[in-house]
């Protein structure tokens, strides 16, 4: 991989960290469904990532949107303030995707991910490394029709 | 030559034509690589060859990580555009090399999206080396052994600069070598053919939003069997059936839970013979939309039509 291809993946992780600390650009439309999808334990077992998503739960193949409410284990407090970097990864195919997803915390440790285009059926790995107060990792899998 | 050697000649080429597409390219573009075996196989009597292959396939719907079969969604579709410009050349008398350029165009429509992207994809290099002929011997049968490399010249689906729906990713992004053995003999007008192929493909480390993905998929194994009938005319008609193989991924040393791969495809097709130098095939293939065949894959139907000119 040549440097100025280094360079420009460097420039999206931080401006998807930047993101995750800063105000919420264009959010999904809809509300999230109330019953989660999936209700996931981080690595370390600290946290708990409860995924939603938008516009179909469960989602179908396109330009999704993902909600990761985050919590603490033991005290049920929101994990808030971290910072998500994300990779939607295709294990079964060896890929990802092109289009990186925008990212904000919509409210406290409720994190919205935008432009999740997940173009083509199979299980979609939405590889997610938490750091913040905490660092930690969790990958929510998705089927896709 | 004689008649009947120069109809078995043909004959072996259309065998090796109808069945010869790799299994590996009835998958989309963007996850699999072409194999050891190519439309380009020349006849016992030809020298060199040129050729152009038309494909296209639609989606019929998608295997997931448990084998179910399940219709594509309202409103998701995808088609599936190929060329591939092949060559070959006799290097030894039983040794050719061929070389295959493919364009793939996909289309993706998804909810309120639609998009259409392509571009050159994988380039694949083959030999073919066979020990002896079909047909050769009532006993001892053809013996070919196959060796491809696929160079990722393409665009893998998480290239930078794609589309969307990475409508313009056309290759895996990764080398690929595969080994094969074919056997293949003759009975009179018939034709039979057994292959079986290795491939394996060069790791990926992908860096994106500060995480990085190292992958190695897993090798993949194919066995293909064919029969092919061959008329008076010289038209031969053929039914084959393959099925790939393909363990568990590793991802960053640990094995990848949910990410094997199974295809199944069955393929039937005709081979026209419109001059001693020209040739013309087609054939219909598709992945058996039945739970338990496939697995992480999505289901095709589809066509192919091939145009070949030869030299003796």
Redo the contacts between chains.
């Keep these: 991989?040549s440097t100025p291809?280094?360079s420009?993946?460097?420039a999206?992780?931080l401006a998807?960290?930047l993101c995750a600390c800063s105000g919420p650009p264009a959010a999904g439309t809809g509300e999230f469904p109330q019953d989660p999808l999936l209700a996931l334990t981080s690595e370390s077992g600290a946290l708990q990532v409860e995924v939603r998503t938008l516009?179909d739960q469960p989602p179908?193949?396109?330009?999704v949107s993902m909600q990761l409410a985050i919590s603490d284990v033991q005290t049920g407090d929101p994990a808030v303030g971290l910072e998500l970097?994300?990779?939607p990864?295709?294990?079964?195919?060896?890929?990802?995707?092109?289009?990186?997803p925008t990212l904000f915390e919509s409210a406290p440790g409720i994190y919205q991910l935008d432009?999740l285009?997940l173009?083509?059926?199979?299980?979609w790995q939405i590889?997610t490394?938490l750091q913040g107060a905490v660092r930690d990792h969790v990958v929510p899998?998705l089927?896709i029709? | 030559m004689s008649s009947r050697h120069s109809k078995f000649a043909e004959a072996l080429t259309a065998f090796a034509l109808l069945i010869g597409w790799s299994p590996n390219a009835r998958a989309?573009a963007?996850?699999a690589g072409t194999g050891a075996i190519t439309p380009a196989r020349l006849a016992l009597h030809e020298s060199a060859l040129v050729g152009l292959q038309l494909k296209g396939a639609i989606e019929l719907g998608?295997f997931?990580?448990r084998g179910a079969y399940?219709k594509?969604?309202s409103g998701?579709s995808?088609l599936d555009l190929e060329q591939d410009a092949f060559a070959a050349l006799r290097v030894l008398e039983r040794g050719q090399l061929a070389l295959l350029v493919p364009l793939v165009e996909t289309r993706?429509t998804?909810?309120a999206?639609s998009e259409f992207g392509g571009g050159l994809g994988d380039v694949n290099l083959n030999l073919r080396y066979d020990f002896t002929w079909a047909g050769a011997s009532r006993v001892i049968p053809g013996v070919g052994a196959l060796l491809g490399v696929t160079l990722p010249t393409g665009k893998?689906?998480?290239?930078?600069?794609?589309?969307?729906?990475?409508t313009d990713?056309t290759g895996?992004?990764?080398y690929q070598a595969s080994l094969g053995l074919a056997v293949e003999q003759a009975y009179g007008p018939w034709l039979l053919n057994v292959t079986g192929i290795a491939a394996a493909?060069t790791a990926?480390t992908?860096?994106?939003?500060?995480?990085t993905?190292h992958?190695q998929?897993a090798p993949q194994w194919t066995a293909l069997a064919a029969v092919a009938y061959v008329f008076p005319s010289e038209v031969a008609l053929a039914l084959s059936a393959s099925y790939a193989t393909e363990g568990k991924?590793t991802?960053d040393s640990k094995t990848?839970p949910?990410?094997?791969?199974r295809l199944t495809t069955i393929t039937c097709g005709g081979v026209l013979p419109l001059s001693d130098a020209w040739r013309v095939q087609g054939a219909l293939f598709a992945n058996p939309p039945l739970s338990g065949s496939s697995l992480?894959?999505?289901g095709l139907g589809g066509a192919t039509l091939t145009l070949v000119h030869s030299w003796t």
Aim: aromatic share 2%; with cysteine; net charge positive.
């Design positions: 991989m291809h280094r420009s993946r460097a999206l992780a998807v960290t516009p179908t193949r396109g330009d970097q994300v990779l990864w295709m294990p079964a195919m060896g890929h990802g995707t092109s289009i990186q432009h285009v173009f083509m059926p199979g299980t590889r490394e899998t089927e029709r | 989309q963007c996850c998608s997931n990580d399940q594509s969604p998701a995808e993706r998804s909810h999206q893998p689906a998480d290239a930078e600069d794609l589309r969307p729906l990475a990713a895996i992004g990764a493909r990926r992908i860096t994106t939003a500060g995480i993905v992958e998929l991924a991802i990848a949910r990410s094997g791969h992480n894959q999505t």
